[in-house]
């Protein structure tokens, strides 16, 4: 069993950066597929970003594209997402998860089998 916390959310002005940690325990990462995950209130789970086991493929949602980054150590069994240029509509509990997937990262929540607990991000105009 892999267990999942996310930190480093927090209330960010837009225009600026957040990193977001995933640490796992209980179980190597390193050949689990690996995502990010929002939700807002009232609104469905959406994919934000996903990573390869080795990290050589990385998949981003349209809305985040060329602003966020989904990074990966599996030596220290964490995952990270640098978000930079946030937008209040960036608003959301993140979370992050793990999937057994060997080739790819993908966008549906199904595909993954471990989840966090979330973390809270806060962007104000």
């Known amino acids: 069993q892999v267990q999942l916390a996310e930190s480093g959310g927090g209330l960010v002005q837009a225009g600026g950066s957040l990193r977001l940690s995933c640490a796992a325990s209980g179980r190597a990462i390193g050949t689990y597929a690996m995502a990010w995950f929002r939700q807002a209130p009232g609104k469905e789970r959406l994919f934000v970003a996903g990573?390869?086991?080795?990290?050589?493929?990385?998949n981003y949602g349209e809305s985040v594209k060329g602003r966020f980054t989904i990074s990966r150590d599996n030596a220290k069994n964490t995952g990270y997402l640098q978000m930079n240029s946030v937008k209040p509509e960036d608003t959301a509990v993140y979370y992050c998860?793990?999937?057994?997937?060997?080739?790819?990262?993908?966008?549906?929540?199904?595909?993954?089998?471990?989840w966090g607990q979330g973390t809270q991000v806060t962007v104000s105009s």
């Open positions: 998860a793990l999937g057994s997937s060997s080739t790819s990262a993908p966008p549906g929540p199904k595909s993954y089998d471990y």
């Open positions: 990573i390869t086991w080795n990290g050589v493929i990385r």
